[in-house]
């Protein structure tokens, strides 16, 4: 029996819950005017919100407020530099189409998973010297980071994990006998595409008309390197999130793998283990239900959930590295080789919920949905 669910039936579900939380919002905001300022509650925060922090002082913790409606929860997207323009060998990008036949298009995301997963297992376990050009990057300059545009958000400056980060990843960093990620030995880098930038001639633009805001564009990630650990918290990529820019004007310097790598410092070879935490992007629903073995909204284990069998050769390991999130964290190994160390591999995933089986009552559709992923690399 096919467990999955329609990708296209769930992104439908997610749009109709944001719209009600906007108008909620809008009403909530509306009474709110009403209500007499308490002296001892209502201070302002923004002008330190708003604070500049120098670039080398971005190396440390901050966060985003919590939502009025859900516990917030943090989406990772992909991260895949092939997304968009794939080596001739690749398969091409994993965008869903809206045909009738959801799954049939399932089918084959799920196959284009495995055969990606495949190919990243043997280009991690390729030398460096070994990897076709095609494979390796050019970003391996921290200066690059501000020069393509990114800097820290200023929404997240000073301020530490909130709720959902602590509550979400606290069970996997005790079993792992890591600190939790108040603990000092953390730091958290949210990079933001918030600046227009040229480059060689060529403008890259935070946005273009009509858009007159910046897109939601950022890398919020914690890094713990006497650990051995990166959580991916939140990533939205600028191919997904920019998308009514023209792919040539989109920053070049746009992935995950290649931001961690540049911030990775301390003993990088000690790299052990990657959290995706809550997880959620266009091929979710066809990939990671099938390699669990049932659908996400009956995933309600807390950690170590559903370790998948037969990493890294079976078809289900090789969809888990293969699919938008798994695809990041293999990147990372295979293009930063020098830094992470040669012939690096994902040797186990586990899966599981990312409430740890405490979902809240009254969960808007399609967040209870919403997994961790664990990667544990050789």
């Not at 800097?151 to 005790?174: H, I, M, T």
């Amino acid at each position: 029996m096919n467990t999955t669910r329609s990708s296209s039936g769930r992104i439908k579900r997610y749009l109709v819950s944001v719209a009600i939380a906007l108008l909620l919002a809008a009403l909530l905001h509306g009474c709110s005017k009403l209500q007499p300022r308490h002296p001892l509650v209502e201070h302002d925060r923004h002008d330190s919100l708003l604070a500049d922090t120098a670039v080398h002082q971005e190396f440390h913790g901050q966060v985003s407020g919590d939502s009025l409606f859900q516990p917030s929860k943090r989406q990772s997207d992909s991260d895949d530099p092939y997304d968009s323009n794939p080596p001739s060998d690749q398969d091409p990008s994993d965008d869903d189409t809206d045909g009738e036949d959801d799954d049939a298009d399932e089918d084959e995301v799920w196959k284009q998973c495995v055969n990606r997963g495949c190919k990243l297992n043997e280009l991690m376990q390729t030398s460096d010297a070994d990897l076709e050009e095609q494979y390796k990057t050019k970003w391996t300059n921290f200066d690059d980071i501000k020069k393509y545009g990114w800097s820290l958000s200023s929404q997240e400056d000073k301020a530490g994990p909130n709720e959902d980060d602590r509550g979400s990843s606290a069970p996997v960093l005790r079993a792992l006998g890591i600190p939790e990620v108040d603990d000092p030995s953390w730091k958290k880098v949210p990079w933001v595409h918030d600046t227009e930038t040229k480059v060689d001639g060529k403008t890259y633009p935070t946005d273009i008309p009509p858009h007159t805001q910046p897109t939601q564009v950022e890398h919020t990630n914690f890094y713990n390197p006497s650990h051995g650990i990166i959580i991916a918290a939140n990533n939205r990529s600028p191919l997904k999130n920019q998308a009514h820019v023209p792919p040539d004007r989109v920053t070049p310097l746009n992935r995950w793998s290649d931001l961690t790598c540049n911030l990775h410092h301390q003993d990088p070879s000690n790299l052990k283990y990657v959290l995706r935490m809550n997880v959620f992007s266009d091929d979710v629903d066809a990939v990671l239900p099938r390699v669990i073995g049932k659908d996400l909204a009956d995933l309600t284990e807390a950690y170590p959930g559903v370790a998948v069998g037969g990493v890294p050769d079976s078809q289900g390991a090789r969809a888990a590295v293969g699919f938008s999130n798994g695809r990041g964290v293999a990147w990372l190994l295979i293009q930063h080789k020098g830094t992470f160390g040669e012939r690096r591999f994902v040797k186990g995933v586990n899966v599981w919920d990312s409430y740890n089986g405490h979902r809240p009552p009254g969960l808007l559709p399609g967040l209870d949905e919403i997994p961790n992923v664990l990667f544990t690399l050789s």
